[in-house]
């Protein structure tokens, strides 16, 4: 079985300036809120999640959408498109604990600069 193959896009992260601001007008779009941080929140759009998110880095900062690629195992995957020639920005690393749900997530780069990523979801 090749666990490196995209299964859907888990999330869209869309850099937002007033994380208020944005979740109000998301509310408003009707969209249930899952859970927000100060800098985060997470809505549901039938089955896909939209990250709404203060950028950590300037990198992250302009009007550009980032598409979450669902992996079954990321550590087989990282390797896989690290051997393939993929410009990773980070290694796998944990971005959350849900409950018994460990988030992981590696990002990097496509060939016009944009960022995506390849997230794993493993339950303890």
Same mark, same amino acid.
């Given at each position: 079985?090749?666990?490196?193959?995209? +299964?859907?896009?888990? +999330?869209?992260?869309?850099?937002?300036? /007033?994380?208020? %601001?944005?979740?109000? *007008? @998301?509310?408003?779009? #009707?969209?249930? $809120? $899952?859970?927000?941080?100060? =800098?985060?929140? &997470? &809505? /549901?759009?039938? #089955? =896909? %999640?939209?990250? $709404?998110?203060?950028?950590?880095? !300037?990198? @992250?900062?302009?009007?550009?959408?980032?598409?979450? *690629?669902?992996?079954?195992?990321?550590?087989?995957?990282?390797?896989?498109?690290?051997? /393939?020639?993929?410009? &990773?920005? /980070?290694?796998?690393?944990?971005?959350?604990?849900? #409950? %018994?749900?460990?988030?992981?997530?590696?990002? *990097?780069?496509? =060939?016009? #600069?944009?960022?995506?990523? &390849?997230?794993?979801?493993? !339950?303890?």
């Amino acid at each position: 079985m090749n666990t490196s193959v995209i +299964q859907k896009i888990n +999330q869209i992260g869309v850099p937002v300036k /007033d994380i208020n %601001r944005a979740v109000t *007008f @998301y509310k408003a779009l #009707g969209l249930p $809120l $899952l859970f927000s941080t100060e =800098t985060m929140a &997470f &809505f /549901d759009c039938n #089955g =896909t %999640r939209i990250l $709404l998110s203060l950028p950590e880095k !300037e990198d @992250y900062s302009h009007s550009s959408s980032v598409l979450y *690629f669902q992996v079954e195992n990321i550590k087989d995957t990282y390797e896989k498109f690290t051997r /393939d020639g993929v410009s &990773f920005i /980070d290694e796998p690393h944990i971005v959350a604990k849900m #409950g %018994r749900i460990k988030t992981w997530m590696t990002f *990097f780069k496509d =060939t016009e #600069g944009n960022t995506h990523a &390849f997230i794993s979801e493993v !339950e303890n």
